[in-house]
């Protein structure tokens, strides 16, 4: 069974411009969650997306945003750029069997951003 | 509202030595905790998770966890630490007042085996 899939994994991007991260998770997973890892702050949960629904947010601003589809792969997108954006946003999959879930998420390899 | 806690940044051990891992949490309720480990370059892979029994849970890689309840700790151990065990390692706890899956993250630990 293939693993949960991000694309790109890396990529640069000057301040002010927008960027668009994509993660497919493992087949049959309907839970799609973010991260976001940097040396400072740690491990920072974005979003949750289940049935194309956003399930739960953190406290980001409203500059990053994401969606899942019907075949549950799921975007985030970070609009206007900051150089504290720069990070490694990682995308989980879960099954979920039970609410709240028991499950453990399984991680993509994540998409390393650097702004300029 | 609930946290975890990794009071080391790193870890130093010999090969072939015992490893722990520090974890405490602080949570309402009973919680659902669990360890990862992060190798470089790439994303987080899932070691064990404690739900509900026994206390000492056995996950992949030979490692294991005790649950504490009295002294709120979770903390990750191996008898015998292999030079492939350097790495990152994250305690987390799942947040049981908000539907699914979100999870919040220690601070991790660095674990530095030598030869």
């Known amino acids: 069974k293939a693993g949960v899939t991000q694309t790109p994994r890396y990529l640069i991007k000057t301040r002010g411009q927008q960027v668009t991260l994509s993660c497919s998770p493992i087949?049959?997973?309907?839970?799609v969650s973010w991260y976001q890892q940097t040396p400072g702050q740690g491990l920072q949960f974005l979003f949750e997306y289940f049935s194309e629904t956003q399930r739960n947010k953190g406290n980001f601003p409203g500059r990053f945003s994401g969606r899942q589809f019907s075949n549950s792969r799921s975007e985030m997108n970070v609009s206007t750029l900051e150089l504290g954006d720069s990070a490694l946003y990682l995308c989980a999959s879960s099954q979920v069997l039970a609410d709240p879930s028991t499950g453990e998420l399984f991680f993509g390899e994540g998409s390393r951003l650097t702004v300029l | 509202a609930q946290s975890v806690a990794q009071p080391e940044d790193q870890v130093n051990v010999a090969e072939g030595n015992p490893l722990t891992v520090k974890c405490t949490y602080s949570v309402s309720g009973n919680p659902y905790l669990f360890w990862y480990v992060q190798y470089p370059n790439r994303g987080l892979q899932f070691l064990l998770k404690y739900i509900t029994g026994d206390n000492l849970v056995k996950g992949s890689y030979g490692f294991e966890a005790e649950f504490n309840k009295s002294q709120t700790s979770f903390h990750l151990k191996k008898p015998s630490a292999l030079v492939s065990d350097s790495a990152l390692y994250f305690c987390?706890?799942?947040?049981?007042?908000?539907?699914?899956?979100?999870?919040?993250f220690g601070g991790g630990t660095r674990v530095l085996v030598k030869p």
């Open positions: 087949s049959g997973h309907r839970s």
């Open positions: 987390a706890v799942r947040d049981l007042k908000a539907a699914g899956n979100k999870l919040t």
